[in-house]
C-alpha cells in the first residue's frame, strides 16, 4: 500500500510560482513512476506532468503546461516535487499526484493505482 500526502498549494497571483511536494509512504518509492494530474471544478482530471521510476528522470509534460511546469523527484527523501512557474488563472484545480510501480512515465490516470488526497491551487488574474 501506497500513502501520498499533497503540500504546497495556495492562492497566487497570475504570473506566480508555487511548487507542490507530495510525500510517498512506500519503502520501495524508487520503484513507482509518479505523477501529478489536476481537475478543475465541472471538468475531468486532466493530466499534468509525469517522471519515470529510480534515477531515470524521463518526464512528460501536458501541453497546456510545457515550458512552465518541471516535475522531479528526490527519491531519498520518498518526495515527488511540481515546480509551477508562469502561473495562469486557468491552471486553477485541485492537483493530485499519483504512483504506479512500473518505468513510466504515465500521462493516463487510468493506470496509476495509488493517488493523494489532492491541494487546491488557486490563480488569480
Known amino acids: 500500500q501506497v500513502q501520498l500526502v499533497e503540500s504546497g498549494g495556495g492562492l497566487v497571483q497570475a504570473g506566480g510560482s508555487l511548487r507542490l511536494s507530495c510525500a510517498a509512504s512506500?519503502?520501495?518509492?524508487?520503484?513507482?513512476?509518479m505523477g501529478w494530474f489536476r481537475q478543475a471544478p465541472g471538468k475531468e482530471r486532466e493530466f499534468a506532468a509525469a517522471?519515470?521510476?529510480?534515477?531515470?528522470?524521463?518526464?512528460a509534460n501536458a501541453d497546456s503546461v510545457k515550458g512552465r511546469f518541471t516535475i522531479s523527484r528526490d527519491n531519498a527523501k520518498n518526495t515527488v516535487f511540481l515546480q509551477m512557474n508562469s502561473l495562469k488563472p486557468e491552471d486553477t484545480a485541485v492537483y493530485y499526484c499519483?504512483?504506479?510501480?512500473?518505468?513510466?512515465?504515465?500521462?493516463?490516470?487510468?493506470?496509476?493505482?495509488?493517488w493523494g488526497q489532492g491541494t487546491q491551487v488557486t490563480v488569480s488574474a
Open positions: 499519483a504512483a504506479e510501480r512500473g518505468l513510466g512515465p504515465y500521462t493516463d490516470y487510468h493506470l496509476y493505482d495509488y
Open positions: 517522471i519515470s521510476w529510480g534515477n531515470e528522470r524521463n518526464t
Open positions: 512506500v519503502r520501495t518509492f524508487s520503484r513507482y513512476a
